[in-house]
């Protein structure tokens, strides 16, 4: 598996690909799953499970299914979008920076 040490969100990416693997579709989990293209094309493989088509929406619902307050399941949704995608933010940025070094050590063509 990728290393995700030291990035931003690598807690709930972490959370979210375990429940995946043990098919719960958890918060954690359904945040990841909205990720899912983007992360495979980044190395981290997701386990196949049956997701909802709109993931967006189902992590949405089980926010609100959580908090009795729809203000509160909107702002949660908004922290885990955030988190999401600074992860995956700084995950690309690693993964540019370690190509740059690859390339760099390997000298001109």
């Known amino acids: ?20 693997a043990e098919r719960r579709l958890s918060v954690e989990a359904l945040t990841v ?21 709109d993931r967006e929406l189902a992590l949405y619902a089980a926010l609100r299914a959580r908090h009795e307050v729809g203000t509160d399941a909107y702002a ?5 979008r955030r988190e999401l995608d600074s992860f995956l933010e700084a995950l690309e940025a ?14 001109p063509a």
């Not at 598996?1 to 429940?19: F, K, Q, S």
């Not at 690693?94 to 000298?107: I, M």
């Open 94 to 107: 690693r993964r540019r920076r370690a190509q740059r070094e690859a390339s760099a050590r390997a000298g």
């Open 1 to 20: 598996m990728t290393d995700l040490a030291g990035l931003p969100g690598a807690a709930l990416v972490r959370r979210g690909l375990e429940d995946l």
């Open 76 to 80: 949660r949704y908004n922290s885990l």
């Open 33 to 53: 799953a909205i990720a899912s293209e983007r992360l495979r094309r980044l190395g981290i493989g997701l386990a196949p499970a049956e997701l909802p088509r």
